[in-house]
């Protein structure tokens, strides 16, 4: 299968996953791994399976991953994507009611999946959620292998 992995990563935490994505699907597959400063000039023409992830902020994709997906046409027949993003852990966050106001807001992962789906692309595996213990990172223990274990579910 080959597999393009694209990601935007503001305080590196996003792009730790990526890799632990691409380390954990490139023993057996095709594997791509890209920025979203590459992605302008990533060729999806023999991707199998498109695998997006983004931090949250403003619980949103950076702007560059949304627009990205605004732009996303050409994709090939029978492409398939996952998305991912990293989050804060809520139980970081303090005081306790702002937890209650990122939870309502939503997170990257549910806009990346929405926008891939109004482009006709079929999601493969829930959306990967990569927990940060703070607004930079690091991430929090167990976080790598969390990643790992996701991106297994995906090939299939």
Known sequence: MNVTILFDSIFGNTAKVAHAVADALGRDNQVRLATMQD?????????????????????RPTPQIQEY????????????????????????????PLRWVIDVGGYANHHMAAALRGHGIELRGAPGAFLVTGNEGPLKAGEIERAREWARTLIG
């Open 39 to 59: 992605a302008g000039e990533t060729d999806l023409s023999s991707t199998d399976l498109l695998i997006i992830g983004s931090p949250t902020r403003g619980f």
């Open 69 to 96: 997906l605004a732009g996303l046409d050409g994709f090939p027949n029978g492409m398939v994507a996952a998305v991912f993003d990293t989050r804060l852990d809520l139980e970081t966050v303090q005081p306790e």
